[in-house]
């Protein structure tokens, strides 16, 4: 083992090591053998990324500022929990992770701009980032172009897949059929309701919802109703429900909008004891805005719920109370966040190398057991393995977890549902 | 040629004005900043033309348009139209249900493309699109608010709604126009591919060309008739009527022209960044625009360029420092430049400027007299007006 040339830090420390006998020098070589001086710099980076000999520095891109501020703090405090983590163990091929955090403010053409400054000017390994499919969109063509890594968190619908991009939450059928599937056999479902917010996760995902239930579960839509992001008055969606009685409300409603919905379906009597409720957009964060008694009874449908009973979990909880406060709540984007510089260390690590091409080629087949959400897998296409959990909201803003899907094979290109 | 120095060049100051500028963007920027901060130049520099139509219509109009983003939009919009159906062709969409649609139609169950997408297939008809358009647009709102003398806060407020109204049509209508997203993945231009650096630089070129241009042009219709009847319009509109202007013909003028620069900065804006959505339509960008103007300073033509540069190199820089606290800073800002420097950043080298020529006394024919002109000018103007009135 020999140090590198460029070495300049290492290389005294040889030099005085030489003197204080073999016995020494071999155990300190040893106490090096699973660190950086394994992986020299010009091997691991051969892109003029942002690695030295001791760290490697990583970018972080949310929205500190404006609307969704709100919902990406979960994901910028996952992701930075789990790199604090990593440094703790060590750090990746002996390096210690830094941190570029740059704000998105909510605006797209500001992610793209920030998403260039990252990867053109400071060259960093990889970026976790991102929440809306807007800024995503918007960032894509960049991550494409100047070819670096984006690890995002949030569920989708899909429809995309990109060799610069790891999504680490679900595609949208991951997050649908299984849970229709749930409510059809326990509730016994036949009549569906299928109300959105007006943007394109709610409208695909709708549509695969209206796909899955006419042809395979052989039920009807009564009604398919859109609401522009930020409405709040629906009452006369309200009264709607109450005309056609659906078996299932199946709410794709998100953001602010979510807190008049839930509110006044209560004001109106459509609560849990009357009427089944299943949603793809609320998790803990929306419920802490929302409240645990105007929601108490509802399903939703997600990956991850705060609630589970793992070890994994019961690991991950307390950490992240314990360095964001004892009140907050982690839902399931933020446990995808999580995830995101955990996969890159074990692409990276398994690549043995810090070069985007070679990480990309490295994650299909990546496994990660310690997930907070059990088991996960990269897929060939860059999506994750995961399961459909239900949880029954209860009056603390906690979930009940009543039913789990056996692991889902991510599709983002669904065959008979476009 | 005397007549186009003062015409064109607005005399003295002007030249010197055009020249610091000019070796600003040609020159220093260009020689000092990487790559991918000049690229950002040219973004900010798309939002120049906007602040410069809001000199024509605010500082020079005296109208006030909250709704800028619409006309900026359309251009964007018109421009992006030809660059996704470029984008869209049957080879690289071919894995979608239907191919040779922009992917965003794919996902939305369409088959077909629409209509009004067809003559998008064509550059030289987008080109024009991105100037007719939001002229048109303009045309029709000015003639429906000026002939009936609206004006004002009533003005501002409409064109506002104008704003919402257009984002939440786009919005709505992802199948048609990418909804919130935008239409994004823009990467030829007749074959050109926009992303390289080379075209970054050859695209910054353009627009500050471009931009320059602009003002020499603004600067020879307002030495003109032009120019004095819009300033008499602004300090006393019912002298102007009274006298036998139709005063909404030059209102109505000036918003097509503010509508115009908007559009092509608009264009410039999607060839430069690759992607348009309508958060650059709404209410908020807007506002962020009037804001580039008010730093300027809103008479002035160059300092449309300087608050535009300015606001957003604040922005990027403060953003980057202080992820977390960047908004107070900018909020700072602005309350630092209306409370201390209402004129904005014109407003202060006017300032320097008049305490120089002060100084100078013994040359009693400088700068100062020129910077009066503006008041001689109207003082020409009232004079016989004030007449017609007794």
Redesign the interface.
């Known amino acids: 083992m020999i140090p590198h040339k460029n070495k300049s830090k290492k290389v005294p420390y040889f030099r005085r090591r030489k003197f204080l006998g073999a016995l020494l020098a071999v155990a300190s070589l040893a106490a090096l053998s699973s660190g950086a001086a394994d992986y020299p710099t010009d091997k691991v980076n051969t892109t003029g990324l942002a690695v030295t000999d001791d760290t490697v520095t990583v970018g972080q891109l949310h929205s ?2 404006g609307t969704m501020a709100i919902s990406e703090t979960g994901s910028i405090q996952a992701e930075q929990l789990a790199i604090e983590q990593i440094n703790a163990m060590g750090g990746v091929l002996g390096r210690k992770i830094k941190i570029i ?3 998105g ?1 909510s ?4 992610f ?3 998403a ?2 990252l990867l ?2 400071d060259k960093v390994a990889s970026v976790f980032g991102c929440w809306t ?2 800024s995503r ?2 960032v ?3 991550f494409e ?1 100047e070819n670096g890594m984006l690890y995002y968190p949030t569920f989708y ?1 899909g ?1 995309e897949q990109s060799k610069n991009v790891i999504y680490t939450g679900q595609e949208a059928t991951q997050q649908i059929l299984a849970g229709l599937d749930w409510i059809a056999k326990e509730k016994g479902a036949k009549t569906f309701y299928l109300i959105g917010s ?3 996760w709610p ?2 995902s709708a ?1 695969i919802a209206r796909k899955h239930i006419e042809n395979v579960l052989k039920g009807t839509v009564v009604g398919e109703e859109f609401y ?2 930020g409405h709040t008055q629906f009452g006369s969606l309200i009264n709607k429900i109450k005309l056609k009685k659906p078996d299932v409300i199946y709410a794709i409603v998100v953001g602010g909008s979510n807190v008049s919905f839930y509110k006044q379906l209560k004001a109106a009597g459509i609560t849990s004891d009357k009427s089944v409720l299943l949603t793809i957009s609320v998790t803990e964060d929306e419920v802490l805005g929302i409240g645990g008694e105007n929601l108490a009874g509802f399903y939703s449908a997600m990956k991850y719920f705060q609630s589970l009973d793992n070890p994994n979990n019961k690991a991950f909880v307390p950490a992240f109370k314990a360095k964001y406060g004892a009140n907050s709540v982690i839902g399931d984007v933020t446990q995808a966040g999580y995830l995101g510089p955990w996969l890159w260390k074990a692409a990276v690590e398994k690549a043995g190398s810090f070069d985007v091409d070679k990480i990309a080629a490295a994650s299909p087949g990546i496994e990660l057991d310690k997930a907070p959400e059990g088991y996960v897998k990269v897929h060939e296409n860059h999506h994750l393995w995961s399961k459909t959990r239900i949880g029954q909201w209860q009056l603390d803003g906690q979930a009940k977890v009543l039913y789990e899907s056996g692991l889902i094979e991510p599709n983002p ?1 669904p065959k008979g549902y ?1 | 040629m005397n007549k186009v120095y003062t015409r064109i060049f607005a005399g003295r100051v002007g030249t010197l004005n055009l020249a610091v500028v000019a070796v600003l963007l040609f020159a220093l920027l260009p020689a000092t900043l990487d790559i991918f901060r000049l690229n950002l130049v040219g973004k900010y520099l798309t939002f120049g033309f906007v602040s410069l139509g809001l000199v024509w219509l605010w500082g020079k109009g005296g109208v006030l348009s909250l709704g800028q983003g619409v006309f900026f939009g359309l251009g964007g919009y018109c421009m992006a139209m030809f660059l996704k159906l470029e984008a869209s062709d049957p080879i690289t969409t071919k894995i979608q249900s239907t191919p040779g649609i922009p992917d965003f139609m794919d996902w939305n169950q369409m088959t077909a493309l629409p209509a009004f997408w067809i003559p998008f297939k064509s550059l030289p008809f987008s080109l024009i699109a991105v100037v007719v358009l939001p002229t048109l647009v303009a045309f029709i709102l000015g003639v429906a608010m000026f002939k009936r003398r609206v004006g004002g806060v009533y003005f501002g407020v409409i064109t506002q709604a104008i704003a919402l109204i257009l984002s939440l049509g786009i919005d709505g209508n992802q199948g048609y126009t990418g909804g919130r997203n935008g239409i994004t993945d823009l990467k030829f231009l007749h074959g050109w591919d926009i992303r390289t650096q080379h075209a970054q630089y050859v695209l910054y070129f353009i627009t500050c060309s471009l931009l320059l241009l602009m003002i020499l042009a603004s600067q020879w219709l307002l030495s003109g008739k032009m120019g004095k009847m819009l300033l008499a319009m602004r300090d006393r509109e019912d002298r102007v009527r009274f006298s036998g202007y139709d005063v909404s013909a030059f209102k109505i003028f000036t918003f097509c022209l503010a509508a115009a620069l908007s559009g092509i900065g608009g264009a410039l804006f999607v060839l430069q960044v690759g992607f348009i959505s309508p958060s650059l339509v709404g209410i908020v960008p807007s506002i962020e625009m009037v804001i580039f103007a008010a730093v300027g300073g809103k008479t002035s033509l160059y300092g449309a360029i300087y608050g535009t540069l300015i606001v957003n190199s604040g922005k990027s820089l403060f953003s980057e420092s202080f992820p977390q606290l960047w908004l107070f800073l900018m909020g700072g800002l602005f309350i630092a430049v209306v409370v201390l420097f209402p004129n904005g950043i014109a407003g202060i080298c006017d300032t320097i400027r008049k305490k120089i020529s002060n100084r100078k006394k013994t040359a009693p024919s400088s700068v100062a007299g020129k910077d009066k002109r503006e008041s001689v000018m109207l003082g020409e103007l009232s004079a016989p007006a004030l007449k017609g009135e007794k």
Request: proline share 5%; charged share 40%; no cysteine.
């Open positions: 500190a500022t955090v740059e704000d403010a605006d797209w053409p500001t793209a701009e920030k260039k400054k053109v000017k499919s807007a969109k918007a894509l063509p960049v172009k619908e429809l007006d943007y394109i409208r695909t549509k522009a992001l290109f476009q």
